[in-house]
């Protein structure tokens, strides 16, 4: 046992004062000389010896009032073997939930600064560890540390937004930190507000007997979001008109009328649209914008709603514009008539106009592969061995290679020496008639004609097509013929990738030329292979950014916190990897990246307390709502369980019992 | 009656030493409402004639017989009917308790047998004198002469209390020497054994005496009025006492009191023994009215 208020205890003491008072009446007695000595003897011996322990016991309970009160007011602390741990060294890891929708209110703020108390209070030398349970959990210092003050101080920095919070990877992570710390004594604390989209499914890790849930933050669920913008064209080009699809979703029960949703490019607002949401309702807003500049560009899409949390009322999305997307167009079966050649349909549709974003150049070889960002071959027999060499550098470095079969390809070559290339071998050349089957296309190639309105893919003929292999598992079919073949294969080499057709790109072998969808079909291929030699501007966290930049000199990259970072490229190729913070990204060339996070954070719904308190005891965890159930809670963990209010009541009852007495011994007194 | 024990309290009277003064005015002053004795002329009382022989006293011849019949006779009286009385009065320690009137229980029994003695002797009766603790101290055989109360008052005078009491002890004695049966009236506060007391007055009662007794009682005896702490100290013995908080101790003291009253009460009426409680602050008076009530009784 031990006393939190020690030097109290010195008023035990005063149980003396009972027996000082007792002592005092007894040595200041009179002395009288009597004569009837025998009435003054008890008759009865079982009768005295009773009434002696009456009065022992009143005056034991005289005694025992003051220094019970001395003793509550020490508030003492029930510890047995476990006050020898009590101010032993310990290694805590805490799991600092910094997602976003920690900005609710105060409750970052909260939890940053009762994660400090904690780190504060450990006894000295102890070990700790932070981990950030927001984007990509990850430990606040690489190596658990025994300078606390160090850990308070990174604390401090620390700021919330970091996205969705990853539960399960978080805990992982902090377990895994704990098992290898060195003190026995253990702890793991999880402060989070407790988000229900956060923690819905978490399987509990390997906790240590002492786990605490901090839960921090009230409910709060009026909120409005921008959840996502669909971008109508992956590649754009300067006057060419990009459609930018909002998609809001009030995750509240109140309704909001003729909210304003503003669409600003790199800062300058645009266009404005109005949209209402009722009760948990979703909408949409559409905005139409040219680029009137190439390069590296910033929309943005922000609701203008007072509501609990701000970080989701904007949506940013990276759009590079492109002054123009060099396509080689290598034709293995040129012709001198019109539309007779492997490539001069392919020409047409990629190049509608002068004004278009593809620029071809048709040439029988694949040379100078480099300068392009897609290269077609459409009909080629065969390559040389540098040619497949230098293209399969190209496709690994990000560029788009496009195969259409043809009468004069050589499939034995393929099938062996430019099986590189080649997403799936040829096996043999089919002459049953048949189309393409019509289906919900996955791949971001195909999505638009998902719409029926932008072409129907069935409404083709195919007299004579390849027959494919059977797809290795390295490849995804894009679509399939009727006949349930490939009609499309897709292979990704390095950060390109390879697509190839079963069916020739001109009008030999299908009517596919002529008809509506050749075009956006061809544009969506081409423009698809091409936005893979571009690295993605647009990540979610935890996604490295990557850029081309033009020579190897050092670049500065400017944070969402606003904090540059030098970077050193390495063959024109720039990495950054610590994108926990979502936000924008800017790199000094300039290039805009957007470290997107999932709006999942949106819904601010949290678990209620009997929820939470079920989820602890799958855990094995105890929930505190406070700093002072934290602090009970841990000082009953380290020295025990204070006991200063059953002592009140035994106070209490004491006195009860003492008046009791005192009045049962005044009545036989009076008798 | 009343108006003497209105006027004669123990305090007043406490002031005059001379016991023969004191039981004289308390005697006189009590005796002035009375009727007149009615135990005026029992002198003697004649019971027979019988004839002279030689060596009878001339003076006791029947003149008148021998006028009427020439012949001697003597008269023959009854035995003088006067009643023999003997105080017992208790010279223990106990006895030398003072309450607040700071008049000890031995000197209101002194008074007391002071005054039943002048009575007594006024009414031409034998009066006797027993002082005693453990044993007796004086013993004064009953005489009717009005000169034995200067004796009686002068032992009395002499006795101080002291020594402890044993009175079943002492009265088994004295039945040995008071050999002709009287009223035995015993000033006492009969602090004791109850049973053993009761069979020494049986033994007296087999020797058909009649007894009173006065109980002497203190009224811090009765009432038992301490509330501090006190260290009772035993008068009869030095080794004796006892520290007591008389609060908690009273209830305990009061049941002994009853059950020491009762019980003694109960022993008297047994024997058919006049019990009377005196207090020491309560008129002479009523020793000297239950007296004479109990005289009219033996006449």
């Known amino acids: ?671 | 009656m009343a108006r003497a024990r209105d006027s004669l309290t123990p305090d007043d009277l406490r002031k005059i030493a001379n016991l023969q003064m004191f039981a004289r005015l308390v005697v006189e002053g009590f005796c002035t409402g009375l009727h007149a004795s009615p135990h005026k002329g029992f002198s003697v009382e004649f019971r027979e004639h019988r004839g002279y022989v030689a060596g009878d006293e001339i003076r006791r011849l029947d003149w008148k017989v021998y006028g009427k019949t020439d012949r001697l006779y003597i008269r023959e009286y009854e035995e003088e009917t006067n009643l023999r009385a003997t105080l017992l009065v208790d010279a223990s320690g106990s006895m030398s308790y003072a309450g607040k009137s700071g008049l000890t229980k031995a000197a209101y029994a002194q008074r007391v047998a002071a005054c039943l003695s002048y009575l007594m002797l006024k009414q031409q009766d034998s009066v006797g004198l027993v002082t005693f603790d453990s044993k007796v101290r004086k013993y004064v055989p009953p005489r009717s002469r009005p000169s034995h109360l200067q004796i009686l008052m002068n032992t009395l005078e002499e006795t101080k209390p002291g020594g402890e009491t044993e009175l079943a002890k002492v009265f088994h004695q004295l039945v040995a020497k008071i050999h002709r049966r009287g009223l035995l009236i015993i000033l006492s506060d009969c602090f004791g054994e109850v049973s053993e007391l009761m069979s020494a007055l049986a033994h007296f009662r087999h020797a058909r005496h009649d007894i009173i007794i006065f109980q002497i009682w203190d009224r811090d005896e009765l009432d038992f009025p301490f509330h501090q702490w006190t260290r009772f100290d035993s008068l009869e013995s030095v080794a004796d006492h006892r520290l007591v908080d008389p609060i908690r101790l009273r209830s305990t003291y009061m049941e002994n009191l009853e059950n020491f009253r009762a019980a003694l009460k109960q022993g008297c009426h047994r024997h058919r023994i006049d019990l009377v409680p005196l207090v020491t602050d309560e008129p002479y008076a009523v020793a000297l009215a239950h007296y004479l009530a109990r005289r009219m009784k033996t006449a």
């Open chain 1, 1 to 671: 046992m031990m006393f939190l208020n020690a030097i109290l205890v010195a008023g035990v003491t005063a149980l003396s004062i009972p027996l000082i008072i007792h002592l005092l009446h007894r040595s200041r007695y009179r002395v009288v000389r009597w004569g009837a000595m025998h009435l003054l003897a008890f008759r009865e011996r079982h009768q005295k010896r009773r009434l002696e322990i009456q009065h022992l016991l009143l005056l034991l309970i005289r005694c025992a009032i003051p220094a019970l009160i001395a003793l509550c007011m020490a508030r003492p602390v029930m510890t047995g073997v476990r006050s020898l741990l009590g101010a032993a060294k310990t290694s805590t890891v805490i799991a600092l939930d910094n997602s976003d929708s920690m900005n609710v209110g105060n409750t970052f703020t909260q939890a940053r600064e009762f994660a400090q108390k904690i780190v504060d209070r450990l006894p000295r030398g102890s070990e700790a560890a932070v981990v950030l349970m927001g984007g990509r959990p990850a430990p606040l210092l690489d190596q658990p540390t025994f300078d606390t003050s160090r850990v308070s101080y990174e604390l401090s920095r620390q700021q919330a937004g970091f996205g969705a919070a990853n539960v399960p990877v978080s805990l992982d992570l902090a377990a895994g930190i704990l098992k290898k710390m060195h003190e026995a004594h253990r702890e793991m604390i999880v402060i989070s507000d407790f988000q229900r989209t956060s923690w819905s499914n978490t399987n509990a890790p390997a906790m240590p007997p002492a786990a605490t849930f901090v839960h921090l933050g009230r409910e709060e669920k009026n909120n409005v979001s921008v959840e996502s913008l669909d971008l109508s064209r992956s590649l754009i080009g300067v006057g060419q008109k990009l459609q930018v699809r909002a998609h809001l979703r009030n995750h509240g029960d109140a309704v909001y009328r003729d909210l304003r949703v503003y669409f600003r490019v790199d800062g300058v607002e645009r266009a404005a649209s109005q949209i209402s949401l009722g009760a948990s309702e979703a909408g949409q807003v559409l905005f139409t914008h040219a680029f009137d500049a190439p390069g590296s560009h910033v929309i943005a899409v922000t609701v203008d709603v007072a509501d609990a949390l701000n970080s989701d009322n904007t949506f940013l999305a990276s759009v590079p514009v492109e002054d123009c997307l060099p396509v080689l167009l290598v034709d293995g079966a040129p012709s001198n008539e019109p539309l007779r050649g492997a490539t001069d349909f392919l020409e047409i549709a990629l190049a509608p106009s002068p004004a278009s974003l593809v620029a071809t150049r048709t040439s029988n070889q694949a040379d100078n592969v480099a300068s392009n960002r897609v290269v077609v071959l459409a009909n080629v027999a065969q390559l040389s061995d540098e040619h497949v060499r230098s293209l399969t550098e190209f496709v690994r470095r990000g560029g788009g290679l496009l195969i259409f079969p043809g009468n004069r390809i050589n499939t034995v070559w393929w099938n062996s020496r430019g099986k590189a290339l080649l997403p799936v071998p040829f096996t043999a050349l089919s002459d049953d008639p048949t189309s393409i089957s019509v289906q919900h296309f996955e791949h971001p190639a195909l999505e638009l004609f998902n719409d029926p309105r932008n072409g129907d893919l069935s409404a083709a003929g195919i007299q004579h097509w390849f027959k494919f292999a059977e797809a290795p598992t390295n490849t995804f079919v894009l679509a399939r013929l009727a006949t349930g073949d490939p009609f499309l294969v897709e292979k990704r080499l390095g950060d390109g990738s390879i697509i190839c057709a079963s069916v020739p790109a001109d009008a030999e072998w299908s009517n596919l030329p002529t008809r509506p969808f050749y075009l956006p079909l061809m544009q969506q291929l081409v423009t698809y292979l091409a936005s893979k030699a571009t690295p993605p501007r647009n990540v979610e966290i935890g996604q490295s950014l990557v850029a081309v930049v033009p020579d190897d000199k050092p670049v500065e990259l400017t944070d969402p916190a606003g904090e540059r970072h030098r970077l050193k490229p390495e063959s024109r190729l720039v990495r950054y990897d610590d994108t926990r913070r979502p936000g924008l990204y800017t790199l000094d060339t300039p290039i805009h990246f957007v470290v997107n996070t999932a709006r999942s954070e949106s819904d601010l719904e949290q678990l209620t307390p009997p929820q939470i308190e079920s989820f602890a005891k799958t855990f094995g965890a105890n929930v505190v709502t406070s700093w002072d159930e934290y602090r009970q809670l841990d000082q009953r963990r380290r020295y025990g369980r204070e006991f200063w209010r059953p002592l009140l009541w035994l106070v209490i009852a004491l006195i009860f019992v003492e008046l009791w007495l005192e009045q049962k011994l005044g009545r036989s007194r009076a008798k």
